[in-house]
């Protein structure tokens, strides 16, 4: 059989059409939120006081009284058990950036049978065994339970499968001794923490009703839908979720084409059917379109709570997999899971707002609005100067260095894009212009420019990783594997020191017997001529930039994932961390052990995957074809014909290459290293093995080669 059978019979497979089951077309407004323990389900189905308990829990962060919560599991066991469900799952989220989740039935024995039992206990706390989860040396093996606690703020849903139904309860995931194991704890705990902030600096300029502040946050996701009959045919994305070899297709993304064009039909019923799981489940899924890549699509759900947003999102990539699987698709959320062609990202638009003021990034209708919205900017500003390293480490992987820094993806550098007015109104700032008020004691900063501020003014410019875009922030250099809680956790928490420090300013300069609207002014100079530097709404992708930033600006350009980690745990970090109660010092450096890690071993299994290939499809299908040539060769010497053979050499030197360099780096994987190894020495014997095999993938005969192209995969459907 030739090498090629695999692939000839996935082809033949995708041609032949696949037939989903089709889904019925649903009314949303009917099907949003249906599998939801919402809102109105809880107004409708608890008894009044307890309604009012948990809605003061879930606005105002108070704690859950007991006997509410028994009160609550009962009416969400009743809800759920009508709807069919058996089980429930606390759901988690640990430090592997994944979902996890623990099933338990609710049956308890009574008699000779069983009935259906579930109380506050089992819905506010659970006990996974959950030692296998990385902690980073927090838990000692005899206390490695971790303890799951219900998060109140984000509502328990219903999971439908083909068999049976479970309620599903969002989850914090913490140690015996108070750490946390996950990526919500710190989400929550850095919420807190700039709504804290905020509140203070909204009360300085004057405001005395002042409802709660909290981060919002609307992540837009892109991914890749390959044929399941080619993905089973990939070692690589089985295992790595990124192909490791391939040639460059002869067509690719150079017409542009595929951006925004019709979605195939394949696609659109695929994406119809994940929709609607998303709304049963109350993801407000508002977008979907073609990207860049062939192969290549995004969603975008309306913006939520950054807690909800978390774990909507999260939701989100798990109903992508399952859902794209019955389509006969795999969705791959890698951030270049195709190496020359578009990578994806993970666009987390950002805001700070509360129910009184509204959005703080909003730039507002007056003079003193704006000038408080360009304190909110300010602080943002300081916040990615003081802290950029750190922005680089929240969004630091092994798959998202591939993206980063190629030539469609942000920069490693972390700047931040404001657009051209509200630049040139800091610079007037700086300048000392356009800063006094009007005499009427009204504030004036920027009256002039500001109002004709637009709405999309900020969304020009898609080279820089973090961008202002109207009435908030865009982190674009995260990753579309990531988990959007890091990032947020880091963009609250440095927010939350920026206008802390900003307060303080201000609080010192009007104690001293300053003017508010002065101070005010004095203080946007001072932090605009002091962090100014991460500002640029030039090309990011220019190797200017690259240059000037470093050199020029002092900024730091961390390229790799190794490089870019330790800033999770340095004393400015760790200190600001410990300041607003976030994360602690142990926490941090927990996170650093895990994520360092996570990418050595994601590298490892790269590279042993790339190895497997290598030797046990590449090098025979190589062989098998230089053997063809070398018996033509002979058998024309024999007649006496004369022959070309620079195809038998070319492929014969190659052969020679590929084996010299599996040699090479099945030695390399042989040594024990850490991140910096795997980075430095894995990945470059890895990436100079796939110019060989890519090298072969085009003169080797079509019918032996072993795996699917990229043609293949991108473009059959
Ligand atoms: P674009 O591709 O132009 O950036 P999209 O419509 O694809 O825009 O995505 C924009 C995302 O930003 C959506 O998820 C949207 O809900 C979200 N968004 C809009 N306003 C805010 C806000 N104030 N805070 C956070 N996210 C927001
Ligand atoms: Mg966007």
């Not at 595929?258 to 659109?268: E, K, L, T």
């Not at 019923?269 to 290549?296: C, W």
């Not at 913006?303 to 791959?332: P, R, W």
Request: charged residues 20%; hydrophobic residues 40%.
């Amino acid at each position: 059989m030739s090498g090629s059978a695999a692939r000839l019979n996935a082809i033949a497979s995708v041609a032949s059409s696949f037939e989903p089951d089709y889904v019925e077309a649903a009314e949303i407004t009917e099907i949003f939120g249906s599998n939801v323990f919402s809102d109105s389900v809880m107004r409708e189905r608890l008894p009044k006081p307890v309604y009012k308990s948990i809605k003061k829990t879930i606005e105002l962060g108070e704690k859950l009284d007991p006997t509410a919560a028994d009160a609550v599991a009962i009416a969400m066991k009743d809800w759920a058990v009508e709807r069919g469900a058996s089980h429930y799952a606390h759901i988690f989220f640990p430090l592997t950036g994944y979902t996890a989740e623990k099933h338990d039935s609710f049956i308890e024995p009574s008699g000779d049978g069983v009935i259906n039992e579930f109380s506050g206990k089992t819905l506010t706390q659970g006990e996974p065994d959950g030692s296998s989860f990385p902690n980073g040396g927090i838990r000692e093996t005899h206390q490695a339970r971790g303890y799951t606690a219900w998060d109140v703020t984000s509502p328990a849903y219903l999971q439908e499968g083909n068999n049976g139904v479970t309620l599903c309860i969002p989850t914090i995931f913490v140690s015996w001794s108070g750490e946390a194991l996950d990526k919500k704890i710190p989400l929550l705990r850095s919420n807190k923490a700039v709504g804290d902030q905020a509140e203070r600096l909204l009360k300085l300029f004057g405001h005395t009703d002042i409802a709660p502040v909290a981060s919002y946050a609307g992540p837009e996701q892109e991914y890749f839908l390959v044929d399941l009959n080619f993905y089973y045919a990939r070692p690589d994305l089985i295992a790595a979720d990124r192909t490791v070899f391939g040639a460059a297709p002869a067509k690719g993304q150079q017409f542009d084409d595929h951006y925004f064009g019709a979605i195939p039909d394949r696609v659109a019923d695929f994406m119809m059917d994940v929709e609607n799981s998303l709304y049963k489940v109350g993801i407000p899924a508002k977008t979907r379109h073609n990207e860049v890549a062939p192969g290549q699509f995004e969603i975008a759900p309306v913006y939520e709570a950054a807690n909800v947003a978390s774990d909507h999102q999260q939701l989100t990539m798990t109903i992508f997999k399952s859902v794209a699987k019955k389509h006969g698709f795999a969705c791959i959320f890698h951030e270049k899971p195709f190496a020359g062609l578009n990578g994806s990202g993970k666009h987390v638009n950002w805001s700070i707002a509360n129910k009184t003021q509204g959005n703080l990034l909003d730039p507002g209708h007056n003079p003193s609005e704006n000038a408080q919205f360009l304190t909110f900017c300010a602080a943002v500003i300081r916040s990615i100067h003081v802290h950029g390293g750190l922005f680089r480490a929240a969004i630091a992987s092994a798959s998202n260095d591939h993206r980063l820094g190629a030539n469609e993806a942000p920069p490693a550098i972390m700047s931040t894009f404001i657009g051209d007015e509200l630049l040139e109104i800091f610079e007037q700032i700086k300048a000392g212009k356009a800063l006094d008020t009007d005499g009427k004691g009204t504030f004036g900063v920027g009256v002039d420019t500001l109002p004709h501020l637009e709405r999309d003014a900020g969304d020009r410019n898609r080279t820089s990783p973090f961008a202002f875009t109207g009435n908030r922030f865009e982190f674009r250099a995260v990753g579309s594997t990531f988990s959007i809680s890091g990032p947020l956790v880091v963009l609250n928490t440095c927010l939350a020191d920026s206008i802390d420090f900003i307060a303080t300013q201000l609080e010192t300069k009007v104690a001293a017997g300053t003017e508010f609207n002065t101070a005010v002014t004095e203080v946007l100079k001072e932090i605009y001529t002091e962090h100014g530097a991460a500002v640029f709404n030039g090309d990011g992708y220019s190797s200017e930039w690259h240059e000037k930033a470093v050199s020029g600006r002092g900024l730091k350009n961390l390229r790799t994932t190794p490089e870019a980690l330790p800033e999770l745990v340095t004393e400015q970090t760790v200190s600001m961390f410990e300041k607003y109660s976030v994360l602690s010092k142990t926490e941090l450096e927990a996170r650093l052990e895990i994520y360092e890690e996570q990418y050595t071993e994601k590298v490892l299994v790269e590279v042993k995957t790339g190895l497997r290939i290598a030797s046990t499809m590449v090098v025979p299908a190589a062989v098998r074809f230089q053997t063809d040539l070398a018996q033509n060769a002979s058998s024309l010497k024999e007649l006496g014909i004369e022959g070309n053979f620079s195809t038998l050499e070319n492929v014969s030197g190659l052969v020679s290459d590929l084996q010299a360099k599996i040699a090479d780096l099945d030695a390399k994987v042989a040594v024990e290293g850490d991140a910096t190894y795997a980075c430095n020495t894995l990945l470059p014997a890895l990436n100079s093995l796939r110019e060989t095999v890519d090298a072969l993938e085009l003169v080797v005969a079509d019918d032996e080669w072993p795996l699917p192209s990229y043609q293949e995969m991108l473009f059959i459907k």
